[in-house]
């Protein structure tokens, strides 16, 4: 018996009608789905972006709109700068420092998460007793809101604070770290936070991915004597690479946008250890109100960050070909 | 209905009689006045408040939880006699209203009817044409703010009067007394220095005595000044006046990569060596309780910790202190003592409101003697400090929070006070200024060297915001200084 064995029904007329209505039911769906977002996209984001467009190449002075009311004002109280500011901006090397900064802190972050979420999602996909229990105390630190974390990561971790009394008990000798103001550590100490904080978020998407992989090729490799790392390595892990791709891509991008922490904890200091890439717009767009170097400077971010985007895009899509192809070549039965 | 008046028909008799009129008119005529407003402060206020908005109003403004607790009892009394009341407050942090403000400016939002606010962004908020001029109401309520020394004048911008303080913030010396007069200590102090102990006089003296008493393995440190990177920008200020400093020349330009710029970075550096290792991170949440707990031996601090000090119940170190006029400089020739009020927080009108008018009036409510001395008064809000000349006065309200050493040092201070960079851009001046004090405390960089990269930036900021216009905005700043060297 081959495989191609299966009976195709010759499209008649009602079958076509149904297809028809079929598609018109999909494309009716994607409409409903996609309007609010093309609404929103057109009448409110496309503005922003055109006016914030527009502010990168015209200074806009909040003092020169003072005592302009009207809606016009903001135009009037802006003139011509042509490239200028997007010059300063690529030349700034304050910037490109914050830019450094927030690249270092994101991948760590996310290498981070990672490890931790997926190492716990190993542990958990399994149902065991007490499992819901401990699903939600792994999942706590992500309901808790970042600046909440930020004082509380505050509190523990002064020099007399409880955690190096901690470290001092369990190594027996005095334990004085600054974790916090001093400038080496400063950022790490950040990271560690939004690690804790954020990990459960991958682990939520590596339960998920493990929970959802096919139980066929794991059973097979375990009759054929696969050990359980050989078929973590060579089974689960191959399988679950879109999967991690998804999960590394959405928490690096959420972790080029960490403010709260940040800024609750060190306003960008000590020195300028924490000025990282939203630390540095926000001081310039709402310490300084330059609102129109600030646009630049979101315009560059947004470029690097579509850039990145684009690239993840890429890699995901290449993981989802190679799946694909992986599944279409399995062996033939018989 | 009228002729036409000919100078030439005009008699002499015509011209006495009418000189004589005239002085009688002109004579009576502030007796009558006077009996206008006849009554105590409040009264007029309230009487003004009902004739412009006769129906009363509900107000809404920003102000911080810490703030509006001590404020609210005024506030409330208000709305019972004139039916304006304040029925929604957004509480942020004193420290967040600014942005906030300026945010609100940009939007020129009629949302919000006050901004209690440090009163140093005037300038900024006039500029961006948020703030309402209160003087019309003033005159209608015949109002007059009646403040320490210049202390007034920190509210108004180019001859305008823009906001009523409520916490009048000076820098007052703290010392831990009962070890500045320990025999044991002054015997130590003088085998060591050969010379007795005494009150500094300037900075140096000042690290000095926090160098004998910095004592980290008793759980004392010299100083409990601020190095973080968001209020310690205050004590550069007293450092830069004191040696005679100014920001800026009086063509605008930046006026600190010099000796005396370089003079005011070294001296908050030198702080660092007795100064508790986690200082740069620290904020008023962190270093006032060390303050109240006996950690530190002495610090130039905002004066509402003399309420909190003196407080049995909030401190360990009740009755433990001294107060007094801050250190100065001799850098410039002669001995200068500046103190800084910085935030002075006062309650500021929005421009866009259409309930501008009764919010004028409730500020000017909170700003008379009597309501000024119960908000500043209030034994356990102690958020709002003295200002007014009346909180000064013996057996006052505020004297019983604050004691009568402590009232005597924040009018002391009061007499030397000045303000931060008082221009437009107030905000972009000491982000860039705090961003250099914290990479030179943090070691990036020399008191040099942080100098000259501030005063680069401030060009910057310069030509941004406008040279002529902030040129024009520099008269209002100096007239804010004070006359006299030091307190008397």
Redesign the interface.
């Known amino acids: 018996m081959t495989a191609d064995t299966t009976i195709t029904p010759s499209p008649g007329p009602r079958t076509s009608l149904r297809e028809a209505t079929r598609e018109q039911g999909v494309r009716r769906f994607k409409w409903t789905v996609l309007s609010p977002l093309i609404f929103l996209m057109v009448f409110i984001l496309l503005p922003a972006f055109l006016l914030q467009g527009y502010f990168s190449f015209f200074?806009f002075?909040?003092?020169?709109?003072?005592?302009?009311?009207s809606f016009l004002?903001y135009f009037r109280a802006s003139h011509w700068v042509g490239l200028d500011l997007w010059k300063d901006a690529l030349t700034d090397n304050k910037f490109a420092f914050a830019i450094i900064r927030s690249l270092l802190f994101a991948v760590g972050v996310t290498v981070g998460c990672f490890v931790l979420g997926f190492a716990l999602a190993l542990l958990m996909y399994r149902p065991f007793r007490g499992h819901g229990l401990y699903y939600i105390f792994f999942i706590l630190p992500m309901l808790t809101v970042p600046i909440v974390i930020a004082y509380t990561g505050e509190m523990i971790l002064?020099?007399n604070g409880p955690l190096n009394d901690i470290l001092s008990m369990l190594t027996g000798t005095e334990v004085r770290a600054?974790f916090?103001?001093n400038?080496k550590t400063a950022l790490l100490t950040i990271a560690f936070l939004e690690i804790w904080n954020w990990t459960p978020f991958s682990f939520i998407i590596m339960m998920a991915g493990l929970a959802s992989l096919p139980k066929e090729p794991q059973e097979a490799a375990q009759i054929l004597g696969a050990s359980k790392w050989r078929i973590f390595w060579e089974v689960q892990l191959p399988l679950l690479r879109p999967v991690i791709l998804l999960a590394l891509i959405l928490r690096f991008l959420e972790a080029m946008a960490e403010f709260p922490k940040t800024w609750g904890?060190?306003?960008?200091?000590?020195?300028?250890?924490t000025?990282t890439i939203p630390a540095y717009i926000f001081?310039h767009a709402?310490?300084?109100?330059?609102?129109s170097y600030g646009a630049v400077l979101s315009y560059l971010v947004l470029f690097l960050m579509g850039a990145i985007v684009m690239a993840a895009i890429w890699l995901l899509r290449r993981e989802k070909k190679s799946l694909d192809a992986m599944y279409e070549s399995k062996p033939q039965e018989g | 209905m009228f002729e036409k008046f000919k100078w030439s028909e005009l008699s002499r008799r015509d011209a006495l009689k009418a000189g004589t009129a005239a002085a009688a008119v002109s004579a009576v005529s502030p007796l009558m006045s006077g009996t206008a407003f006849a009554g105590t402060a409040e009264d007029a206020i309230i009487a003004a408040a009902k004739k412009a908005v006769p129906n009363g109003q509900d107000l809404t403004g920003l102000m911080w939880g810490l703030y509006s607790s001590g404020a609210q009892p005024v506030m409330d009394e208000f709305g019972e006699k004139t039916g304006i009341k304040v029925s929604k407050l957004q509480d942020i942090s004193a420290f967040e209203i600014p942005q906030r403000a300026m945010a609100e400016a940009l939007s020129k939002s009629p949302e919000f009817d006050f901004f209690h606010v440090d009163t140093n962004m005037i300038p900024s908020l006039a500029s961006a044409g948020l703030i309402e001029p209160l003087d019309d109401y003033m005159a209608a309520a015949n109002f007059k703010i009646n403040a320490v020394g210049d202390f007034g004048k920190f509210l108004t911008y180019k001859g305008k009067t823009y906001g009523i303080t409520t916490d009048g913030n000076v820098h007052v010396q703290f010392i831990r007394n009962d070890l500045f007069s320990d025999p044991d200590e002054r015997k130590a102090f003088a085998d060591k220095h050969g010379k007795e102990m005494a009150w500094p006089e300037t900075w140096e003296d000042d690290l000095e005595l926090m160098k004998f008493f910095h004592r980290p393995d008793q759980g004392m440190w010299g100083s409990a000044n601020l190095r973080d990177r968001g209020s310690s920008v205050a004590w550069w200020y007293m450092y830069l006046y004191s040696a005679g400093g100014f920001p800026f020349t009086d063509d605008m330009e930046p006026n600190i990569d010099n000796d005396v710029g370089e003079y005011a970075f070294k001296t908050y550096l030198d702080v660092k060596e007795v100064s508790h290792p986690e200082a740069p991170g620290w904020g008023t949440p962190q270093m006032i309780p060390r303050i109240v707990n006996g950690n530190a031996f002495s610090c130039q601090y905002w004066d509402g910790i003399i309420a909190l000090a003196e407080n049995p119940e909030k401190s360990k170190t009740t009755g433990k202190w001294a107060y007094g006029p801050v250190p100065g400089s001799r850098f410039s020739g002669k001995l200068l003592k500046r103190s800084i009020s910085t935030p002075n927080v006062g309650v500021l009108v929005n421009r866009h409101s259409p309930r501008k008018e009764a919010m004028a009036y409730m500020a000017l409510y909170m700003g008379t003697a009597e309501n000024s001395a119960r908000i500043v008064g209030d034994p356990v809000n102690t958020f709002h400090d003295p200002w007014h000349v009346e909180h000064f006065k013996p057996g006052s309200l505020p004297e019983k929070v604050y004691t009568k050493g402590g009232m005597d040092a924040i009018k002391q201070n009061l007499q030397i006070v000045t303000p931060p960079i008082f221009l437009t851009g107030l905000l972009e001046f000491e982000t860039e200024l705090k961003r250099n004090l914290s990479e030179m405390y943090a070691g990036d960089k020399t008191a040099k060297k942080a100098a000259s990269d501030t005063s680069e930036a401030w060009a910057r900021s310069i030509r941004r915001i406008g040279k002529r216009r902030l040129r024009d905005e520099l008269e209002t700043y100096k007239s804010l200084f004070p006359s006299i060297d030091v307190p008397s």
């Open positions: 200074a002075s909040i003092f020169d709109a003072g005592d302009d009311t004002s002064y020099q600054q916090l103001y400038q904890l060190l306003q960008g200091g000590p020195g300028s250890a000025e001081i709402w310490q300084f109100f330059d609102i």
